[in-house]
T-cell receptor, first 118, second 118 residues
């Protein structure tokens, strides 16, 4: 079974509008971390935001926020006030186990291509 | 200067050739990773290293080998390249010590190496 599922291959949003990118995850470990990365057309992977499974509040970083619904195992990324430069591929990823876990690896979803139009 | 650098950035090689991809980091992180990205598949882990003396296989290690020459350097080798190893390769680093103090063990990625095997 997929550890991370991103069901939206592509999303379109008008500039200055908000957009939500969906991510669901699958783990039986009570301790885990969720990450979102942005990959622009130039190819680099840019870290956006992190949410720990025990964090009481949803993570926020500037225009990015993570809508964490633990019972539903979802970790949706919300981008407010979209900008043209937000057009990119967005990946959700999960680390199983506590921070610094010897398991170490990240499981990635297949990504959502976001296009922001003027 | 970039914190995580990869060389070469692009490489075209022929089937059967040996090729090495190199990764260097100035972040002072102890953990380093190699991933490959194929279109539509997200990123998959090839190898990871928690320190100079610790090397671990990821989910797709067949056909690859690695060397951790120093804390700051982690190389990936394809002993005999084949066309289905054509992909975008990423090196990443993370800081285990920061995770011990409650920080996220975020993985930070290099710019990627685009490898084509003919």
């Amino acid at each position: 079974a997929q550890k991370i599922t991103q069901t939206q291959p592509g999303m379109f949003v008008q500039e200055k509008e908000a957009v939500t990118l969906d991510c669901t995850y699958d783990t039986s470990d009570p301790s885990y971390g969720l990450f979102w990365y942005k990959q622009p057309s130039s190819g680099e992977m840019i870290f956006l935001i992190y949410q720990g499974s025990y964090d009481q509040q949803n993570a926020t970083e500037g225009r990015y926020s993570l809508n964490f619904q633990k019972a539903r195992k979802s970790a949706n990324l919300v981008i407010s006030a979209s900008q043209l430069g937000d057009s990119a591929m967005y990946f959700c990823a999960m680390r199983e186990g506590p921070r610094g876990s010897t398991l170490g690896r990240l499981y990635f979803g297949r990504g959502t291509q976001l296009t922001v139009w003027p | 200067d970039a914190d995580v650098t990869q060389t070469p950035r692009n490489r075209i090689t022929k089937t059967g050739k040996r090729i090495m991809l190199e990764c260097s980091q100035t972040k002072g992180h102890d953990r380093m990773y190699w991933y490959r990205q194929d279109p539509g598949l997200g990123l998959r882990l090839i190898y990871y290293s928690f320190d100079v003396k610790d090397i671990n296989k990821g989910e797709i290690s067949d056909g690859y080998s690695v060397s951790r020459q120093a804390q700051a350097k982690f190389s990936l080798s394809l002993e005999s390249a084949i066309p289905n190893q054509t992909a975008l390769y990423f090196c990443a680093t993370s800081d285990f010590r920061r995770s011990l103090t409650g920080g996220a063990d975020t993985q930070y990625f290099g710019p990627g190496t685009r490898l084509t095997v003919l």
